[in-house]
């Protein structure tokens, strides 16, 4: 343990964010990295504790608490605060394919459950992990190692998100030849189109497709397995194929006026806002969903939701309004609710609090959702009629449910409406023309624990099997499905 005291001798210290207001005004990046003589004093604060709940990554009270890649975190923090950067990226690497990613992107699972926080704040995991990462492309230490024998086995891996790109890119380490599908005209499915660049610049996962090129692997864009290309040719061309192309059956919502125009899915919304920048530099009229100047309501509480508020706010819309059905979370954590369990408290992202310094209130409205969209004479969406819920306990089911309070429908001023209420499950014509077996939630059916599908030489990972979730998760399914298929292509597996 580097520094035996140093969780009692440093605050936990945060990268600066630039203000809202001015961060407003692009779509970079808005955080200022601490130096790292800074951010290896955080790493002190490291308590290398006996039982490190930090990389546990288990279910407790029915919720993850800690990495689910079982990241060796109190070794690479001691490592980092000792200034061995090659050693602190190598103990990273070894379970994390792409902490240029989660550094960025993930909800840090492992700060919630580190026992730092139980008395104070947690230590931080994730601006560790981001110096490390960039420190190690910054002095070659992650650099492209392509494998000195192949195999002769050739995979298909159809969808290049995280959970496909982890796939990949273990199964090349391995020294099998791997050739990545993807159906749009970028490698990284919702890690490229579906965050944000304020939260993920995309010339970062260039960086990292670029290096797993240079390492062998193919990438094939603009070709959507099961339309462009038929799965009996994958399957006649590949020794085995791995379907990970995620969980993009949006969830809609059925309200009278459904048909209105200006009313779209989060995901495409997002996409949008993204392929312009990527093709044009700048936002161009007419290539977009474009917020500006109109009343925005967003449907869906979460992460997406919250990006959607964010992007409006940076296209210039007139207001944001953000639908949440349930309950208000509480600020602190309730007495049901103990440290290490994942903390059920509400959370201002950097959506809602751009929204707070633009508009002077939190976009946030619960306990409430859409009765019905408004159309004008042209079928254009004007307004929205909302009412308010309540939870009730289903005397069948014993269940509770969110359901309307009569008489407490009211309007509002609405041109356009972004949904973003999560996903089902998996579009069912690449489960169909595969021919694999599902879940009643549409997922892709495997034994526990498994993913090998019920198609022989055919095998899942990510959210098409999980159901949507983390790039964390993603990862990690990808990284377990890489194992089984050099199992089954070899007999034996070092992964």
């Not at 195999?151 to 969808?159: L, N």
């Not at 391995?174 to 965050?195: N, P």
């Amino acid at each position: 343990m580097g520094k035996p005291t140093g969780f009692l001798e440093y605050e936990r210290e945060e990268a600066k964010a630039t203000s809202p207001k001015e961060r407003i005004k692009n779509f970079n990046e808005f955080h200022e990295p601490l130096s790292v003589d800074k951010q290896k004093c955080q790493a002190a604060r490291c308590m290398d504790c006996g039982v490190p709940f930090c990389q546990n990554g288990k279910v407790i009270a029915g919720m993850v608490s800690g990495c689910p890649l079982n990241n060796l975190i109190p070794e690479w923090n001691d490592l980092l605060y000792n200034g061995n950067m090659e050693q602190a990226y190598n103990r990273l690497h070894k379970t994390n394919n792409f902490p240029e990613f989660t550094s960025r992107v993930c909800p840090a699972l492992c700060e919630k459950a580190c026992t730092c926080g139980l008395n104070g704040d947690a230590v931080s995991v994730r601006a560790n992990e981001h110096l490390i990462i960039e420190n190690a492309y910054e002095k070659g230490y992650a650099s492209a190692k392509a494998p000195h024998v192949r195999t002769g086995k050739k995979v298909a891996v159809i969808g290049s998100g995280p959970s496909g790109l982890a796939v990949a890119d273990q199964l090349n380490k391995r020294g099998h030849s791997v050739t990545v599908y993807e159906r749009d005209d970028r490698i990284g499915g919702l890690l490229m189109y579906g965050i944000p660049n304020m939260k993920l610049e995309k010339h970062i996962i260039d960086r990292k497709v670029n290096i797993m090129k240079e390492e062998g692997v193919t990438f094939v864009t603009n070709t959507n397995v099961g339309k462009d290309v038929k799965a009996a040719d994958i399957l006649k061309k590949y020794d085995k194929v791995v379907l990970a192309c995620g969980s993009r059956h949006a969830r809609d919502i059925n309200a009278k006026g459904r048909d209105a125009k200006e009313i779209y899915f989060a995901v495409d919304f997002l996409t949008s806002t993204t392929k312009s920048l990527l093709d044009n530099g700048k936002l161009v009229d007419g290539t977009y969903v474009s917020a500006k100047d109109k009343d925005v309501v967003i449907i869906g509480g979460g992460d997406t939701g919250n990006d959607c508020v964010g992007t409006s706010i940076r296209h210039g819309a007139k207001s944001v309004l953000q639908l949440e059905m349930m309950p208000k979370a509480p600020d602190e954590r309730a007495a049901n609710n103990p440290w290490p369990e994942w903390p059920r408290i509400c959370k201002t992202d950097y959506g809602q609090e751009e929204a707070i310094a633009v508009f002077g209130h939190d976009p946030r409205v619960y306990q409430t959702t859409v009765k019905e969209f408004v159309k004008d004479k042209e079928g254009n969406l004007c307004k929205l009629i909302l009412v308010k819920l309540e939870a009730k306990k289903d005397e069948k089911t014993g269940r509770m449910n969110m359901v309307e309070i009569p008489g407490s429908e009211y309007e509002v001023d609405c041109q356009l409406v972004l949904i973003a209420a999560g996903f089902l499950g998996s579009e069912d014509y690449v489960t169909k023309a595969f021919k694999v077996d599902t879940t009643p939630r549409t997922n892709i059916a495997t034994m526990p624990g498994k993913y090998a599908t019920s198609v022989e030489n055919v095998f899942t990972a990510g959210d098409v099997h999980r159901g949507q979730s983390l790039v964390v998760w993603a990862i990690r399914e990808g990284r377990d499905c890489a194992k089984e298929v050099d199992e089954s292509l070899m007999g034996y597996t070092n992964l």
